[in-house]
Antibody, heavy 116, light 107 residues
Framework: EVQLVQSGAEVKKPGESLRISCKGSGYIFSDYWISWVRQMPGKGLEWMGRIDPSDSYTNYSPSFQGHVTISADKSINTAYLQWNSLKASDTAIYYC?????????WGNGTTVTVSS | EVVLKQSPATLSLSPGERATLSCGAS???????LAWYQQKPGLAPRLLIY???KRAAGIPDRFSGSGSGTDFTLTISSLESEDFAVYHC??????????FGPGTRVD
């Protein structure tokens, strides 16, 4: 079964750093992009960026460029989304999804809460 | 950036009725790379339709997609109780960033 399993919920304070993960299984991890998608409370979906795990080439949405870092370790079939300094406005659910074009398999989501 | 608009924001229907959801793009979606996702509360989105009209694996045939260029439609021919959810459209054409519409709630 093709799966993306994400790391658990996080509660952080503003200014703290965070890295969340997305582990793929059941398929050749390096053959598909991994994208990260944000969903703020009660809102729609926003594409943040993507990574090609085969060579760690990345693209970012202009809305998120410079605020997050996407990385991957193909040896352990895992992609990451990282913040160096969280803001309260980063409170959201973050999904990873695999794709060549359309996003056919999604992770279970990681809830990030940033509050002082 | 391709901006997607979805209408209506909310669709109030009963089981057995037909649902017609629209997704409009600010510019032509290249190769008709338009997908529809279903999202239920507390769950991740699920792919329903890709390339504007192709059903994803395991999706019932009451779901159909149509359209091209800037205007796309998701039709649910006869609503089942499990179809009440939020539906998102997404374009994944040649120009980044990928973008999503704001969603249509079917209740």
């Amino acid at each position: 079964e093709v799966q993306l399993v994400q790391s658990g919920a996080e509660v952080k304070k503003p200014g703290e750093s965070l890295r969340i993960s997305c582990k793929g299984s059941g398929y050749i991890f390096s053959d598909y992009w991994i994208s990260w998608v944000r969903q703020m409370p009660g809102k729609g979906l926003e594409w943040m960026g993507r990574i090609d795990p085969s060579d760690s080439y990345t693209n970012y949405s202009p809305s998120f460029q410079g605020h997050v870092t996407i990385s991957a370790d193909k040896s352990i079939n895992t992609a990451y989304l990282q913040w160096n300094s969280l803001k309260a406005s980063d409170t959201a659910i973050y999904y990873c999804a695999k794709h060549r074009t359309y996003m056919d398999v999604w992770g279970n989501g990681t809830t990030v809460t940033v509050s002082s | 950036e391709v901006v997607l608009k979805q209408s209506p924001a909310t669709l109030s229907l009963s089981p057995g009725e037909r649902a017609t959801l629209s997704c409009g793009a600010s510019q032509s979606v290249s190769d008709n790379y338009l997908a529809w996702y279903q999202q239920k509360p507390g769950l991740a989105p699920r792919l329903l339709i890709y390339d504007a009209y192709k059903r994803a694996a395991g999706i019932p045939d009451r779901f159909s997609g149509s359209g091209s260029g800037t205007d796309f439609t998701l039709t649910i021919s006869s609503l089942e109780s499990e179809d009440f959810a939020v539906y998102h459209c997404e374009q994944y054409g040649s120009a980044l960033p990928f973008t999503f519409g704001p969603g249509t709630r079917v209740d």
